[in-house]
């Protein structure tokens, strides 16, 4: 794709004159309910007739918040693009927690067998994923979901690919004692750990002479993820040295992110994730690989096939993609939204509700150049 060539002048008009939808509740306008607005004083103008790359680099020239603005459907909460945000500097006494955390979090001994660690699905040489379709646990049982990424876990809440975990240290729990991952318990877990004499000591050096909880094991693993962070990225020396770090086709990808892609509807903000549930309609309902999602956790029929957007820092580290794994690369992963999403059964499955299809999921018609610019973008993040 020669870049030098023109840009089409429609992405640039729609970025210029369109802005999102904040519709939220129940009966959401349509996604063709996008209205125009004159442009204010932070909004770029499309030049008249095809404008040129470098057109797109001055509309790109400055912080985010003077970038065109995206263009969202129906329901969108939608934030600027930033860094990661800052996290208070931890003390002594949580710098030494974490140590014992990372310390766990390498142990097979959390695990019945003593054969499984936390480590075991979320490597750092593997994106702290572990690089398969779904994780295998106890006995070789193979889970139904993807190990998600730990890069962001320090910021993200609710936690898991449903959200049943509100925060790290309950999250650290489910896989210890889930009998298709590490399959322990706290009668198995405990002795082991009691009886390791750097362990005794490391907790001891913090106060805590008494024998060691599993309340302490997940407080010391939620220590040690507070510690994990996202690689550094192209995507990151953007916030500081501008969009000049991005080569023209990455600009384009940027560009058609936040305009006729739509993805920024669900990934923006510093996670470059909205951290809510939508249904890409790829939850097999009625089927074989059937996985409710939000719906387990809360009952309500609106959360059927509904999973939480995953967070796209250093997403070309965390392949496979989506909650069953199901596409190994991100072109993969753009073909799915370029064709509007799966497509999920309509007839009732027993006495679940059928899915109801996610507004802001919608065909594309993105050309081959645009996929590819799309997929250049997603691969500095």
Known sequence: MNLQRLVPRALLLASAVFVAVQASGEGQAPRA????????????????????VMDLRRLYAGPPQSWPRPLLGPGAQFREFAPPPSLPAPGAREKALAAIGKRLFDDPRLSGSGQIACASC???????????????????????????SLYTAAWMTP???DGRSPDLAEQALHPITDGAEMAATAETVLPRLNADTGYRAAYAALGQERPITMKDVTAALAAHERTLRPPRSRWMKV????TGVLTDRELLGLHLFRTKAGCAACHNGPLLSDQR????GISFYGRRLEDLGRYEVTGKPEDVGRFRTASLLGVRKTAPYMHNGLFQTLDNVVALYNGGGGKDRQQPSGNVPVPSADPLVRKLDLTADERAALVAFLETL
């Open 33 to 52: 309910a996008l209205r125009p607005e004159p442009a204010g004083p932070q909004t770029a103008q499309a030049m008249p007739g095809d404008v040129s």
């Open 122 to 148: 979320h490597s750092p040489e593997l994106g702290l994923g572990d690089g398969l379709r779904t994780a295998f646990g106890h006995d070789r049982q193979r889970g139904r979901r993807n190990a998600q």
């Open 159 to 161: 936690l898991f690919w």
């Open 239 to 242: 916030f500081e040295n501008g």
């Open 277 to 280: 549930f939508h249904n890409l």
